[in-house]
């Protein structure tokens, strides 16, 4: 069993940064694809990013390129997403997802076993 719990979400005005934290449970960490999603009011819960296990391989949606990284410590059983240049169409709560151990990569939200509670993120105009 995996536990997720996420952290440093906030009020931001457009153009600042937010860093958000996953703490997971479970030795198996290392071999695990981890993602982030977020869901804004009124719509469908949508992929952002994602790592690989030993954190070599990121993936990431196309409107958060450029803007949004994904990073991971396994010494330390933390993912992280460092989000720059917000805008307001950023905003929603985000949750940090977990691939049963071994699994490779996908960006489906069914294709993640494990859940944080989530964190919101508003950014305001």
């Known amino acids: 069993q995996v536990q997720l719990v996420e952290s440093g979400g906030g009020l931001v005005q457009a153009g600042a940064s937010l860093r958000l934290s996953c703490a997971a449970s479970?030795?198996?960490?290392?071999?695990?694809?981890m993602g982030w999603f977020r869901q804004a009011p009124g719509k469908e819960r949508e992929f952002v990013a994602a790592i690989n296990g030993v954190g070599v391989s990121t993936y990431y949606a196309d409107s958060v390129k450029g803007r949004f990284t994904i990073s991971r410590d396994n010494a330390k059983n933390t993912l992280s997403l460092q989000m720059n240049s917000l805008k307001p169409e950023d905003t929603a709560v985000y949750y940090c997802?977990?691939?049963?151990?071994?699994?490779?990569?996908?960006?489906?939200?069914?294709?993640?076993?494990?859940w944080g509670q989530g964190t919101q993120v508003t950014v305001s105009s």
């Open positions: 997802a977990a691939r049963t151990p071994g699994t490779i990569f996908t960006d489906a939200i069914a294709g993640y076993d494990y």
């Open positions: 479970g030795r198996a960490f290392r071999r695990t694809v």
